[in-house]
């Protein structure tokens, strides 16, 4: 026998349309399982880059919820600033004026 071959069953069914339904079955079952194995693969690889890969500040799903835990302080102050429209004047600059030379200078 060769190696990963399953051992047939001896307990086949003579008639051709139930080993039709059985290999039916069968294939479905394969198939259900493929799309399974695929899923738990992307999803295997989604948590090793997670724990093992890139670290940054912000993750690339803003649903997370770790990522709104310190975000209380600028929500409020985002609120504040959106209820004040005052009007901030800048403070003129001072021009520096350069002090007269000392009269006892020669000239």
Known sequence: MIQGMIPMPKDLP???SL?????????FE??????????????????RQRLFGRKSEQTADPA????????????????????????????AKRRGKRKPLPADLPR
Do not use: C, W, Y
């Open 64 to 91: 997370t919820p770790q990522l709104a835990l310190f975000n209380e302080a600028e929500s409020i102050v985002e609120a504040i600033d959106e209820n004040a429209e005052e009007e901030v004047v800048a403070p």
């Open 30 to 47: 394969r198939e259900t399982t493929k799309g399974r194995i695929v899923h738990l693969e992307e999803e295997n690889a989604l948590l």
């Open 14 to 16: 003579d008639d051709p």
């Open 19 to 27: 080993l039709k339904q059985l290999l039916e079955q069968m294939l």
